[in-house]
């Protein structure tokens, strides 16, 4: 556990405005909290993304997500050459620990290799509610399909641009037998949501 960590059990700043949301470092991965309560929301991009996201797509996103459940929210960046494995989940259980939380429930939100990376996160943790995947990179992964069986208790939302390059092949989900399992498309939408800003952000909307 990172026990240098400043202690934020005591926080009433609910740090609601992204200027005042809390970041922290670790071993070159950065993080972006916001406090709530104990639907804890961990949001993670694809590689190469940081924490925040271009325009702080995923803090606007987090603080979306906030203002509605009122939940704690995680935003991870993904390194693409990192020297050493996420602490992901040293970071969500530390949140737990430092927050007193004797309950809580897991919403993970993943876009393109972030999705699988939480996917993996996932299963680790019989405390996750939801699932949602943006442009997975479906095809890159070996049983990602197997991994999305594997999680039969949680709600696992696919969500792809039509404009995606891997569309067509994923597309063939729509009708799986995949238990618990929506598949969602967005007209129009590429891989990266380029001139559909305000349209990613809304996904978060899936949530809830």
């Known amino acids: ?8 059990k005591t926080t009433e700043d609910l740090f609601a405005d992204t200027e005042k949301a809390w970041d922290y470092s670790d071993d070159g991965f950065d993080y972006k909290f ?7 929301v961990f949001i993670k991009g694809g590689a190469g993304a940081s924490a925040g996201g271009y325009k702080d797509k995923y803090i606007k996103m987090a603080e979306r997500v906030h203002e509605r459940l009122g939940a704690t929210v995680i935003c991870a960046s993904n390194p693409e050459e990192p020297i050493c494995e ?6 969500i259980r530390w949140v737990v620990a430092e927050r007193g939380f004797s309950n809580f429930e897991l919403y993970f ?14 299963s680790k943790f019989p405390e996750t509610v939801k699932f949602l995947g943006v442009n997975s990179s479906y095809i890159y992964f070996e049983n990602f399909e197997n991994k999305l069986k594997n999680l039969p208790q949680v709600e696992k939302i696919l969500v792809y641009g039509t404009n995606d390059e891997d569309y067509d092949e994923v597309s063939q989900l729509k009708n799986s037998n995949i238990e618990n399992f929506k598949f969602v498309s967005v007209k129009g939408a590429d891989h990266s949501f380029n001139g559909m800003i305000e349209e990613f952000i809304a996904l978060v909307e899936l949530l809830y």
Request: overall charge negative; cysteine-free; aromatic content about 2%.
């Open 1 to 8: 556990m990172n026990s240098h960590k400043p202690n934020i």
């Open 34 to 40: 916001i406090l709530g309560n104990e639907k804890i």
């Open 86 to 91: 996420a602490p992901d989940e040293e970071e």
């Open 109 to 122: 939100v993943g876009v393109s290799d972030g999705s699988y990376e939480n996917l993996k996160l996932a």
